[in-house]
């Protein structure tokens, strides 16, 4: 059973940074699409940043190019989220997620559609 567990979650105040991991259980896909998606309270859950593992692509979405980079350790099934100059718009429950194999990197080029997830973990910024 694949499962995906996300840690290094927290506060912190406005131009901080933070680093999200995601840890992969019984993941065996090696060509597939992975990264983050957040969700703020009363808001619809939103795509933040992916990678296509073959090519080693990434993409954000606007609000956090130049902040944010995606980022995976192959050797120790572990997916990161490096996020520097947090602002409160930040503020939200973060989850990864991954497709099983990719058959097309056009399905990796942005905001994708993950087959499994994280449980989320929450990452507030105060002003």
């Known amino acids: 059973q694949v499962q995906l567990r996300e840690s290094g979650g927290g506060s912190v105040q406005t131009g901080g940074s933070l680093r999200l991991s995601c840890t992969f259980l019984n993941y065996r896909y090696s060509r597939s699409c992975m990264g983050w998606f957040r969700q703020g309270s009363g808001q619809e859950r939103e795509w933040v940043a992916s990678?296509?593992?073959?090519?080693?692509?990434?993409y954000y979405v606007d609000s956090v190019k130049g902040r944010f980079t995606v980022s995976q350790d192959k050797a120790e099934n572990t997916l990161y989220l490096q996020m520097n100059v947090l602002k409160p718009e930040d503020t939200a429950m973060y989850s990864c997620a991954a497709t099983e194999t990719l058959w097309s990197p056009d399905l990796c080029a942005g905001e994708f559609v993950p087959t499994y997830w994280g449980q989320g973990i929450q990452v507030t910024v105060s002003s």
């Open positions: 990678l296509n593992t073959g090519s080693r692509s990434t």
